[in-house]
């Protein structure tokens, strides 16, 4: 693995590998000690050209964990609102001394260049590029989703276990996700089945040649014996015209398409909510639900430092005993 820039073309394999050392870095993490010295010395650095919480801090406390030195990049605040280009700003921050590059950014297929256009030479490692891809979100939800299929959420997952058999909902703002990309490629290539549910005007074109179900009708797939129901913000950033126009009113919304506690006691006492956050707390998820004990999205963000540990670690230790 040179890259980590989607979940398009990942093998089974990989993606296990992946899974697998992140389950390994999990076991790290349960020491009073977390940091691992296995990268000292080494550096990476966050370009930031859109806002995020999770995601950044995610990987800057991978890299520490790991002994990494940070460089910490934000577009705003910085040359880019002066007009310097996203080529620019990479080769300027790899003459610093970056030896990989984990990039978020507002247009699809950023990552890709930079990794293909022959302007930098380090990893590249997508942190979220427009509607396309965001890996390692897919890559902690599938970690989430293993454990619980596994062992109940708090143990480590067999090495080597996929998702045969798991019957997955991804539901909502499915137009605008990059979340909901990632996560039908790679669920759907560790053995998971993948419906998604949302409005049709939140649904792209061309959805029915992708590889999951297409529901509209949120109350019937929740009778359908699932293991994890993923619930997605509504990207109000994204909707040009500030959310006229996708669905009548908030309200409404909510009506057919939040998940409250009548929608979640409908599903089996082992099922999980997921949330990639932020959260829009009383549109698509009630507050009761985003709190409730079937709720994991905590674990969904601790489970991200051990993926992001491990895609680092993968990409840049290059065979080195993690515990060296
Ligand atoms: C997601 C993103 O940025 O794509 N959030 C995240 O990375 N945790 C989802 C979202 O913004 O709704």
Known sequence: MRHLLGTEAMSLE???????????MAATQERAIRKLPVLRGHTVATLFFEDSTRTRLSFETAARRLSMDVISFSARGSSVSKGESLKDTAQT?????????????????????????????????????????????????????????????????????????????????????????????????????????????????????????????????LDEDLDAVMMLRVQHERMSSGGGGYFPSASEYEKVYGLDSARLARLKKEAIVMHPGPMNRGLEITAHAADSSRSVVAEQVANGVCVRMAALYLLLAHGQEIDA
């Not at 990989?14 to 390994?24: G, M, Q």
């Not at 590249?124 to 890996?135: C, E, F, S, V, Y």
């Open 14 to 24: 990989t993606a296990v590998l992946i899974l697998d050392t992140a389950e390994e």
């Open 93 to 221: 921050i790899c003459a610093m001394g970056a030896e990989a590059l984990i990039v978020r950014h507002r247009a699809d297929g950023a990552p890709h260049r930079l990794a293909n256009a022959g302007w930098v030479d380090v990893p590249i490692l997508n942190a979220g590029d427009g509607r396309h891809q965001h890996p390692t979100q897919a890559l902690l939800d599938a970690m989430t989703i293993r454990r619980h299929l596994h062992c109940g959420g708090n143990r480590r997952a067999p090495q080597g276990s996929t998702l045969a058999g798991a019957k997955v909902a991804i539901v909502g703002d499915i137009l605008h996700s990059r979340v909901a990309r990632s996560n039908l490629d790679l669920l759907t290539a560790l053995g998971a089945e993948v419906t998604l549910v949302g409005p049709p005007t939140l649904l792209p074109v061309g959805i029915d040649d992708w590889p999951a179900r297409i529901a509209y009708d949120f109350d019937a797939v």
